[in-house]
């Protein structure tokens, strides 16, 4: 904690002793009653305020209760001005600012702030933005929002609230939302989560939330219920089970569902980029809290927990979809004989793909091996076939081979690519003569087919997907960060997969490093229509290829 003062210094009634900025302001403010928000916005920049101008009036150490620190500085018949204080993680609740009509905030901080719009009984979230220190933003009493420090520092805001005709409290009967029981309490204090009885003047019946706005509620609740609860304030451990409990339930899931369905059109590429962005959000934020709160620790493996959704999320749809017909098409067209070949699966995930293999395709348990990167895929592949953590960078076979390669799901897209070619060509020392490697890519465009949205067959599973493009010294990459929700076990479970980079390197180039590592015949296919792609093409319709490289007879 910074270097704070134990007693916050009392409101001034002598402005000649206000700071320099401070005194401009309130000079600026005596000349007239009537301003709007962009003028006074304007006084408080020409003002050149510190945040050491306010720091008589800091209050880091809040009551737990406090949802900030706030300590009036200054005030006239129509006009407040007031500090407040952030400690990490102080949010205020949302809310308006009461009988105010004009004024401004600067922050000196990297505060976040979010604006809300009520109509016809709804709350949703307009935008949610990060301040950079010095910035102010204008204040009209049709402001709804919040604000709050989502990092590790401290800092001070500067608030300067008015209206025409003077009043006791300018900020007084406020309307803070309560989002959990769709109230809206009346206050003349601190806008704070979970205020007692005593702090509120009257609640009324609340706008209904969409559910990014009331998840946002809740997460923030809960932390400041947390904190209450650490410091030992009577009755918040009870009422943190309740909101955590409401919080995390699978009630919420049809909510969810109508949102989505409301911004995400039928091939789930999303429709409304600012809710997109907003509850993408918080679910993160959400899935942060669940972490904490189960003091899981990051394991270091990207696919820890995803690998026990992966495949209703993915392979299973990807199986059904395409995969099990590429396999077919191999088969047939190669005439390839699955029960007499042995099969090295790179990449193999989870091993359900695999299992279809032996399953479906006749190749023997025994014959059939998979490697993986990842332990936790590791871990669900060795209940369906014979797996190991391994890297084919790096395995050591002792010189065995396999009649077949396959790598299913655009594996080798993950590979540092600056090792790409390295490892087709590893790959193809592990082929035998004359064998085989099949297995799926997608193309530079991907992009355009990647949907922003996947389910499970029974929705039970939903995964939000965010991919945008990125260039790294003139290489392309797709990078996807994905958030998966689910409902399977009584409750909403949130698991935050991070982001995932893929390297995207040109049709031309994977045809090339095929020929120079197995010497034989490579053929490309459109991974969907299985339609021949021809050398000159950039892409295909489906965005996904199937490579099937033979390796030379020497």
């Known amino acids: 904690m910074p270097k704070s003062i134990t007693t916050p210094q009392p409101p001034v009634k002598d402005k000649k002793v206000l700071p320099a900025s401070l005194r401009y302001i309130v000079e600026k403010l005596e000349e007239r009653k009537e301003w709007k928000p ?19 009036w800091a209050d880091y150490g809040h009551p737990a209760t406090d949802s900030y620190g706030r300590r009036l500085i200054y005030a006239e018949g129509n006009f407040e001005m007031m500090a407040m204080s952030w400690a990490p993680g102080d949010f205020s609740a949302i809310h308006d600012h009461g009988y105010t009509q004009w004024g401004a905030v600067q922050v000196f901080g990297p505060a976040e702030h979010a604006a809300f719009r009520v109509d016809e009984g709804r709350i949703s979230t307009l935008s949610r933005t990060q301040f950079n220190p010095g910035d102010v933003v204008g204040v009209s009493h049709t402001l709804v929002h919040q604000m709050g420090n989502p990092t590790d520092g401290y800092f001070m805001t500067l608030h300067v609230y008015g209206r025409p005709e003077d009043i006791d409290n300018v900020t007084g009967d406020a309307r803070v939302y309560d989002l959990e029981r769709e109230t809206i309490q009346r206050v003349d204090g601190g806008v704070f989560y979970a205020l007692p009885e005593e702090e509120v003047k009257w609640t009324e019946p609340g706008p209904r939330p969409d559910f990014p706005t009331r998840l946002r509620h809740m997460v923030e609740l809960a932390r400041r219920l947390r904190r209450m609860q650490e410091a030992g304030i009577p009755g918040s451990r009870k009422r943190l089970e309740a909101v955590l409990a409401d919080l995390f339930s699978d009630q919420h899931r049809a909510q969810l569902l109508r949102c989505l369905d409301a911004n995400v059109d039928e091939n789930g590429h999303q429709s409304n980029s600012v809710y997109w962005r907003n509850l993408n959000h918080e ?20 696919f820890h927990h995803y690998a026990e959704l992966y495949d209703a999320l ?15 098409f191999f088969r047939e067209k190669y005439r390839i004989s699955f029960p007499d070949s042995s099969l090295l699966s790179v990449g193999c995930g989870t091993g359900l793909v695999e299992r279809t293999l032996i399953d479906e395709f006749g190749i023997p348990y025994q014959q059939l091996f998979g490697m993986d990167i990842s332990p936790a895929m590791v871990s669900e592949a060795s209940r369906r076939i014979r797996a190991e953590v391994g890297d ?10 396999w009649d077949i390669a396959f790598s299913g799901l655009n594996v080798y897209h993950y590979l540092d690519f600056k090792r790409l070619e390295d490892a087709i060509q590893r790959t193809a020392e592990r082929v035998s003569p004359g064998g085989y490697f099949i297995g799926d890519f997608i193309t530079p465009d991907h992009i355009r087919w990647y949907p922003n949205l996947m389910y499970s067959a029974d929705k039970q599973l939903v995964s939000l997907r965010t991919p945008r493009l990125v260039e790294n010294n003139g290489r392309m990459f797709q990078e996807s960060e994905i958030i998966n929700i689910n409902f399977g076990g009584g409750e909403m479970e ?13 049709l031309h180039r994977i045809r090339t490093y095929f020929e120079r590592a197995f010497g034989g015949q490579i053929d490309l296919y459109d991974a969907h229509s299985l339609e021949l792609i021809p050398d000159w093409a950039d892409s295909c319709p489906s965005t996904r290829f199937v490579v099937v490289a033979r390796k030379l007879v020497n």
């Open 38 to 56: 962009a003028e006074v916005r304007r006084i408080v920049l020409e003002a050149g305020v510190r945040q050491e101008d306010l720091e008589p």
């Open 283 to 302: 679910l993160k934020e959400a899935a942060q809290l669940q972490r904490e709160l189960q003091g899981n620790q990051n394991t270091g493996d990207n």
């Open 314 to 328: 993915v392979c299973q749809p990807c199986l059904d979809s395409f995969m099990r017909g590429y396999l077919e």
């Open 494 to 506: 949130l698991n935050y997969a991070g982001k995932h980079l893929r390297f995207l390197p040109p």
């Open 392 to 401: 084919i960078l790096a395995f050591d076979a002792d010189g065995k081979t």
